[in-house]
Nanobody, 118 residues
Framework: VQLVESGGGLVQSGGSLRLSCAAS????????MRWYRQAPGKEREWIAR????????DYADSVKGRFTISRDGAKNTVYLQMSSLKPEDTAVYFC????????????WGQGIQVTVSS
């Protein structure tokens, strides 16, 4: 399994970024996907989840109404569109795969930095 994030960078407060997570090594359409983030000095925080078919989507309260998770089965990619960014959104963002099949299986991407300047 490989999860590779891209699209991070530096943006001004109020701006937008779109993160991508290219997935390989498993049947992408069979599994829900998640985004997490970790700010300096803080614990890793779940922020969004999308079901395997895209019908069920959940967000953490901290990003609801500003972030949009989506997926493209043809590209084996999950996206996180981030709008109205705030300095407190500054963090390393991670793509995450979790499933249970006879045992727990979970995989993290390498993470990508998003920095929001005030």
């Amino acid at each position: 399994v490989q999860l590779v994030e891209s699209g991070g960078g530096l943006v001004q407060s109020g701006g937008s970024l779109r993160l991508s997570c290219a997935a390989s090594g498993f049947t992408f359409s069979n599994y829900a996907m998640r985004w997490y983030r970790q700010a300096p000095g803080k614990e890793r925080e779940w922020i969004a989840r999308i079901s395997r078919d895209g019908d069920l989507i959940d967000y953490a309260d901290s990003v609801k109404g500003r972030f949009t998770i989506s997926r493209d089965g043809a590209k084996n990619t999950v996206y996180l569109q981030m709008s109205s960014l705030k300095p407190e959104d500054t963090a390393v963002y991670f793509c995450y795969l979790y499933y249970y099949h006879a045992d727990v299986h979970d995989y993290w991407g390498q993470g990508i930095q998003v920095t929001v300047s005030s």
